[in-house]
């Protein structure tokens, strides 16, 4: 990964709003329906289908693809995302490669989160929220009228800007989804791998029955992207998933996204710009007016970026 010396900025989305903060409460993880989610219940969880049988989103082509087309897992054409009359997105474009790390940075209110929300169709639980565009996901438009949201949020996970597991045992945290879904997988693997892979197991391994609550900030974040990826999703989005954390606890998310990146998709948004050098492998920056200014590898963004302006943020010169 590249690291980079570059100045540290301060954002909290101005879009995030009390109804996406509720979801949190309920559906970190799989995306899976929980208790008054809004997500259906738990019979619609198992038997809804992404898609009708007529696309399956989880094929590839396994031949006559090239390497580009083989990583672009996600891709906005022309995405614009509104709230009433307030414009938050303006004609995105963007190809996000398949298990790399890609940071989104810009400034308060410019649309980062909204973008990320877009992605698993949360902004769907905003009423006030409405988009144009596509937005594909395996080559498939997630808006489409034949996708189910619940079973869309399986297959790409999130992360939250604060811990927050459910008041349960750590074990039955992880091995919620996997309930919820009526999985047909041994589910103490799961969940021991599960914890393993978000570097939390040896740590809470002889207290498993323990509350998830009684654990710290950083742990419960890590239990957090545990349930995410216990019911193996393609793709775990995070949002500002250390901002609430210490430098300690930071430095092991940081450490932990970069080990999931070998077997994820991971989209991170972050207020803090040396964390986005640190971790990500590309980055797209996006400007006041929800606008995507410019998208490349993180270390081009950071040492040389084609737009004055995105020169500009980088340098600190606003924002």
Do not use: W
Not at 43 to 58: I, K, M, Q, R, Y
Not at 64 to 75: H, N, S
Not at 194 to 199: G, I, P, Q, T, V
Not at 306 to 312: G, K, L, Q
């Amino acid at each position: 990964m590249t690291r980079n010396d570059t100045p540290r900025t301060d954002d909290s989305d101005a879009q995030r709003t009390d109804e996406g903060a509720a979801v949190s409460e309920t559906t970190i993880g799989s995306g899976s329906a929980g208790p008054d989610s809004g997500f259906g219940s738990e019979s619609d969880a198992e038997s809804a289908p992404l898609l009708d049988e007529s696309f399956d989103v989880g094929e590839r082509s396994a031949a006559g693809t090239t390497q580009a087309e083989t990583e672009a897992v996600i891709e906005a054409r022309t995405l614009d995302v509104y709230y009433d009359d307030h414009q938050a997105l303006r004609s995105v474009d963007i190809e996000i490669p398949e298990n790399r790390v890609t940071a989104l940075i810009g400034p308060s209110g410019c649309g980062k989160s909204t973008f990320l929300r877009s992605i698993n169709r949360m902004n769907d639980l905003i009423d006030a929220a409405r988009m144009e565009g596509e937005l594909l996901f395996d080559g498939k438009n997630v808006y489409d009228e034949d996708v189910d949201p619940v079973a869309l949020r399986r297959k790409i996970g999130m992360v939250f800007q604060s811990p927050n597991p459910f008041p349960k045992s750590i074990y039955d945290n992880v091995a919620f989804g996997l309930e919820v879904q009526n999985r047909d997988v041994d589910v103490d693997e799961t969940v021991h791998s599960a914890l393993e892979r978000a570097a939390l197991l040896d740590e809470v391994e002889d207290q498993l029955d323990g509350s998830g609550l009684d654990l710290s900030g950083g742990q419960q974040q890590r239990l957090c992207i545990a349930r995410a990826i216990a019911p193996d999703p393609e793709v775990i989005l995070m949002d500002e998933p250390a901002s609430a954390l210490d430098p300690v606890a930071t430095s092991k998310i940081e450490d932990l996204i970069e080990d999931l990146s070998e077997e994820y998709t991971v989209v991170i948004v972050t207020h803090n710009m040396q964390q986005a050098a640190r971790i990500s492998d590309k980055t797209a920056v996006f400007l006041t007016g929800g606008e995507l200014v410019e998208f490349d590898d993180t270390n081009k963004i950071f040492e040389n970026p084609d737009n004055d302006r995105v020169e500009d943020y980088i340098t600190g010169k606003f924002g």
